[in-house]
């Protein structure tokens, strides 16, 4: 039978003891308990409906439970095209959720406006929050989806506990308007 | 009941005078005229009273926008419907981008009231006595029309589409 047990981290082990560090022990727990809040407007939401369904299921990854509340996500799971007038409520989202908080950019259009280059779309939505990881597509196949969870899985898993203290963390935020 | 474009037509130039019924075309069959804006609700209204044609129904309303004609630069289509004989007419006119006033049509087909509304987020035709004209679709502080042709289509921050990232 396969072992399917996430890997403990480096650390050291005895009789009846595991020592490692509280970051190690921290991003385990964050890497594979992110709660995805899924914001889906157009055809990259489809994909990302099959993505959290059962063929391809999101779950295997730990994100179990999709969160439609921003208060209890961990990331933000973008799917689709910005319009300008949409801008605001993506924002507000965003700062409603918690740190530690990631963004994945899922598809052309979230991206960097995609074929709607047009006065009424915005031009990718790093313009107006942080984005971790870019996932390309129109729209990406669910593997690329699974994919960009899993780079935002390395990011937590290796992220230390006092990154989001940070001064470059705060500048990223203040370059953002967002305090 | 069944009735002619040419007994619309003659209805229209007898009442309201040939000068307020000009331009007349027939394209497809579907009979095309324009009005000068003073006349529009007279014409308009008159179609909808009608006791034979009874144009009861807004089909669609619109706005253009011709740079090259000077003094009649912008300009709107009405659709207008008569369920009873299934029978179409096109009402257009224009009105200089300097001073770009229509009266509403919201008084009489209710179904102009978003339309007009979309109508002046995109071209910035001003309804006079709309009873609520403001932005429908675009962001709320938008500071022009995006459907007048001086404007460009593309977002003008776009800054992977430049050149110099192709290597040209």
């Not at chain 2, 011709?66 to 009105?95: A, C, D």
Request: proline share 7%; aromatic share 10%; net charge negative.
């Amino acid at each position: 039978m396969v072992n399917t047990n996430v890997p403990a981290p480096q650390g050291i082990e005895g009789q009846g003891f595991f020592a490692t560090t509280l970051d190690n022990v921290v991003g385990l727990a964050r890497k594979n308990s992110l709660w995805p809040l899924p914001f889906a407007t157009s055809c990259c939401g489809i994909e990302f409906m099959a993505t959290m369904g059962s063929h391809y299921d999101i779950s295997r990854f730990g994100s179990e439970r999709p969160s439609f509340s921003p208060r209890q996500a961990d990331l933000l799971m973008v799917m689709g095209t910005i319009a300008k007038k949409m801008a605001p409520v993506l924002k507000q989202t965003y700062m409603q959720m918690s740190e530690p908080r990631w963004v994945l950019s899922v598809g052309a259009c979230a991206c960097s406006g995609g074929i709607f280059d047009t006065y009424s779309v915005l031009q990718g939505i790093d313009r107006i929050i942080p984005v971790d990881v870019y996932v390309p597509g129109c729209p990406p196949r669910p593997e690329q989806i699974l994919e960009g969870l899993m780079k935002i899985q390395e990011l937590a898993t290796t992220e230390s506990t006092r990154r989001r203290e940070s001064e470059e963390y705060r500048a990223l935020l203040e370059s953002y308007n967002i305090h | 009941m069944a009735y002619s474009n040419e007994e619309v037509l003659e209805y229209l130039q007898g009442t309201f005078g040939p000068e307020s019924i000009l331009d007349v075309s027939e394209p497809f069959g579907l009979l095309s005229i324009e009005v000068p804006v003073s006349r529009l609700i007279a014409v308009v209204t008159g179609l909808k009273s009608h006791p034979q044609f009874q144009f009861t129904f807004m089909t669609d309303l619109c706005g253009m926008h011709f740079p090259e004609q000077k003094g009649r630069e912008l300009g709107m289509v009405y659709m207008l419907h008569s369920w009873g004989s299934n029978t179409r007419i096109r009402i257009r006119t224009f009105v200089p981008i300097e001073n770009p006033l229509v009266p509403t049509l919201e008084g009489i087909y209710k179904a102009a009231n978003w339309m007009e509304r979309e109508t002046y987020d995109f071209f910035g035709i001003i309804f006079e006595g709309h009873p609520d004209l403001r932005r429908i679709l675009n962001v709320d502080d938008m500071d022009y029309f995006p459907m007048r042709k001086e404007y460009p289509l593309e977002d003008q921050t776009r800054r992977d589409k430049v050149d110099e990232m192709f290597g040209r």
